[in-house]
């Protein structure tokens, strides 16, 4: 059974960084995109970042780009959020979701999420 | 900027029959934004219920349908159960990497 387990998540200062990790098991990592999706405190999805199974594709929204590196190591079955120059309003559950590419386009697993805080 | 329309909320009765769209604020969906569609319940992981506009994701039942319906995708849910209370969110795919998700309904059954 596909497997994605988020960690780092926790409460960081306005300005700060903070990077998010997902361990994936039970797929071929490298075969498979990979997203990030947040959800604020009582509000729907955003997606946030998608990177391409061998991570020489990436992907941003426009409210993080810049600011926000996805990456992955896949010899560790790792996906990575490095988040920098941290808003309160990225206040969010961060999920990290195996994601379809091609002819299809959808995010088929999820994690349980982490929980970034940014506040003073 | 492109926004993705969902209704906020929508409510069914027991056994019933509902549709909730997902539309764009300027154009129509059509299969080539690769509808898909996403139900939440309160405190939980999102769980993907369809993609590629009407294929069920493994597991789910086939009382969950998708479709086109007119300028919008559409998500059907026949014979609601109590269970089906919860969030629904559809995502577009809008190319170049970028899926965008519309604001989710909020689906009533009783």
């Known amino acids: 059974e596909v497997q994605l387990l988020e960690s780092g998540g926790g409460l960081v200062q306005p300005g700060g960084s903070l990077r998010v990790s997902c361990v994936a098991s039970a797929f071929t990592f490298s075969t498979y995109g990979m997203s990030w999706v947040r959800q604020a405190p009582g509000k729907g999805l955003e997606w946030v970042s998608s990177?391409?199974?061998?991570?020489?594709?990436?992907y941003y929204a426009d409210s993080v780009k810049g600011r926000f590196t996805i990456s992955r190591d896949n010899s560790k079955n790792t996906l990575y959020l490095q988040m920098n120059s941290l808003r309160a309003e990225d206040t969010a559950v961060y999920y990290c979701?195996?994601?379809?590419?091609?002819?299809?386009?959808?995010?088929?697993?999820w994690g349980q999420g982490t929980l970034v805080t940014v506040s003073s | 900027q492109t926004v993705v329309t969902q209704e906020p909320s929508f409510s069914v009765s027991p056994g019933g029959t509902v549709t909730l769209t997902c539309g764009l604020s300027s154009g129509s969906v059509s299969t080539s934004y690769y509808p898909s569609w996403y139900q939440q319940t309160p405190g939980q992981a999102p769980r993907t219920l369809i993609y590629?506009?009407?294929t069920r994701s493994s597991g789910v039942p086939d009382r969950f349908s998708g479709s086109i319906l007119g300028n919008k995708a559409a998500l059907t849910i026949t014979g609601a159960q109590t269970d089906d209370e919860s969030h629904y969110y559809c995502v577009l795919y809008m190319g170049s990497g970028i899926s965008v998700f519309g604001g989710g309904t909020k689906l009533t059954v009783l």
């Open positions: 990177i391409s199974g061998s991570g020489g594709s990436t």
């Open positions: 590629s506009t009407n």
């Open positions: 979701a195996k994601y379809k590419f091609s002819a299809a386009y959808y995010f088929d697993y």
